[in-house]
């Protein structure tokens, strides 16, 4: 009788410990579903916010949608926002789940996780504000030029558009922190091998029409010289008088008889 009871002291401590955990697995359970239901209604209001603000609007005029359409996502912009919310509040009901169930490992995965998603939320709007101010800039630059009679005015245009696309993208990948140093160094390099080409081929090729933009832009100020003297117009016919010179008398003049 003691035998049997030295054999079945092991299981009857681990019947002890699941009946303590038990409790606790059920409250973690009971979590895991509030969060769910909390993470559908979180996405059903995000969802809904930013179509009654006309987000998609702004999210189509600048292009994110085609590139989700291209890429294959079945959503827009707007329904990637709600699903961003979605993961968010369920991630903090795992959270604090496996932190009522004492699983620290999995807790500090977790967080970290938790803490990328509200930077990737920052960023798709910083890169979707980015890209439709782009698009705005860039045809404001083609209209201004080919109103002021320049040619290749959608090139301008363009440039100016992919310029402050790529600023965008860099400032969401810095608040991603991907890339670090390397990309912004890139960044300048790139950049100041564009602006070095421009300015080597513009000062080559283009002097004479440098000179004449800076010209037309700060005219140089001339000294003012005094217009020329032009001697008085003569009447034809009109008798001319010389002043007599000096020393010289006129004749006497004699009275008539």
């Not at 239901?37 to 085609?66: C, H, M, P, S, Y």
């Not at 919310?85 to 500090?108: D, K, R």
């Not at 090139?155 to 922190?177: E, M, N, T």
Request: glycine content about 10%; overall charge positive; aromatic content about 10%.
């Amino acid at each position: 009788m003691d035998n049997l009871a030295i054999h079945l002291e092991p299981a009857r401590a681990m019947l002890f410990q699941l009946g303590a955990y038990l409790p606790r697995i059920l409250v973690a359970l009971l979590v895991i579903a509030g969060g769910w239901l909390v993470a559908k209604a979180a996405r059903f209001a995000v969802t809904r916010g930013l179509r009654a603000i006309n987000f998609q609007v702004l999210t189509e005029r600048a292009g994110l949608d085609g590139f989700l359409r291209q890429a294959g996502a079945r959503g827009d912009t707007t329904a990637l926002f709600g699903l961003l919310a979605y993961g968010l509040v369920l991630l903090a009901a795992l959270l604090i789940a496996f932190n009522g169930l004492g699983l620290s490992y999995v807790t500090a995965l977790l967080s970290r996780v938790l803490w990328f998603i509200p930077n990737l939320f920052i960023a798709l709007l910083i890169l979707a504000l980015g890209t439709y101010f782009a698009r705005f800039v860039g045809d404001m630059v083609s209209a201004y030029c080919r109103r002021a009679g320049m040619a290749d005015t959608v090139l301008l245009g363009k440039a100016a558009q992919y310029a402050i696309v790529l600023f965008s993208v860099l400032i969401a990948l810095d608040q991603l922190r991907i890339g670090g140093d390397i990309v912004r160094q890139s960044f300048l390099i790139v950049l100041g091998g564009i602006v070095f080409a421009l300015a080597l081929a513009f000062g080559l090729g283009g002097r004479d029409r440098a000179a004449e933009c800076i010209e037309e832009w700060w005219p140089r100020k001339r000294p003012a010289t005094p217009p020329p003297h032009t001697p008085p117009a003569h009447t034809p016919g009109a008798a001319t008088h010389t002043p007599p010179a000096a020393g010289h008398r006129p004749p006497p003049r004699h009275p008539l008889p």
